[in-house]
């Protein structure tokens, strides 16, 4: 059985538009779609406002619920792969300023980080949102290594790096 073709009644009232959207299979309203992201796609709190503003635009267009799930599969699969290739090249980046970093300041390399991690344990809570950026920064930029590390030793003079390399050693103020 065919039926008619009749086209979304843009000038009507919100009861013809409603009525129109039920004869579709549309729901009524934004929030009425249920979305169901395929398995192992997460839909976490922070991303709630981008699926509601999706949800009134796919409404606006009148996007039947296969499409809005679709759609909505391609954003968390294409967020995955996104997220899973910065993670990669977080990894890289780490790994190149370690590695700069232990052909600079050679057996200091633990005690420098050490020193750098007392210097934030002493003016940041662990748990920090600060702290974490600052370690972040200082596993994949050496130029702020570096400079953390001499704050490190401004702040705490106990011991000081000298140039070097491999045969760097640590020297105690009181020698």
């Known amino acids: ?9 843009a000038q009507g009232t919100l009861e013809q538009q409603a009525a129109w959207r ?15 992201p395929p398995q192992g796609v997460v839909i976490g709190e922070a991303d709630k406002p981008f699926i509601d503003g999706f949800l009134q635009h796919a409404h606006a267009k009148n996007m039947t619920p296969q499409a809005v799930n ?4 391609w954003w968390g699969e294409e967020r995955t792969r996104r997220q899973e290739a910065v993670a990669v090249q977080v990894a890289q980046k780490k790994q190149e300023t370690e590695d700069k970093l232990r052909a600079e300041w050679g057996e200091d390399y ?12 002493a003016n940041l809570p662990a748990g920090s949102e600060l702290r974490q950026k600052i370690i972040a920064t200082i596993e994949t930029e ?11 030793i401004q702040i705490n003079p106990g011991s000081t790096l000298v140039a070097g390399g491999a045969e760097t050693q640590v020297k105690s103020i009181s020698e």
Do not use: H, W
């Not at 039920?22 to 169901?36: A, D, I």
């Not at 679709?70 to 599969?73: M, N």
């Not at 633990?110 to 344990?121: A, C, H, K, S, W």
């Open 22 to 36: 039920t004869e579709q299979g549309l729901p009524s309203k934004p929030e009425e779609y249920k979305v169901e």
């Open 70 to 73: 679709d759609a909505i599969a």
């Open 1 to 9: 059985e065919l039926k008619a073709v009749t086209p979304f009644p």
């Open 142 to 152: 050496p130029d702020f290594a570096r400079l953390m590390a001499n704050l490190a």
């Open 110 to 121: 633990r005690p420098t980080r050490n020193r750098i991690e007392g210097v934030l344990d």
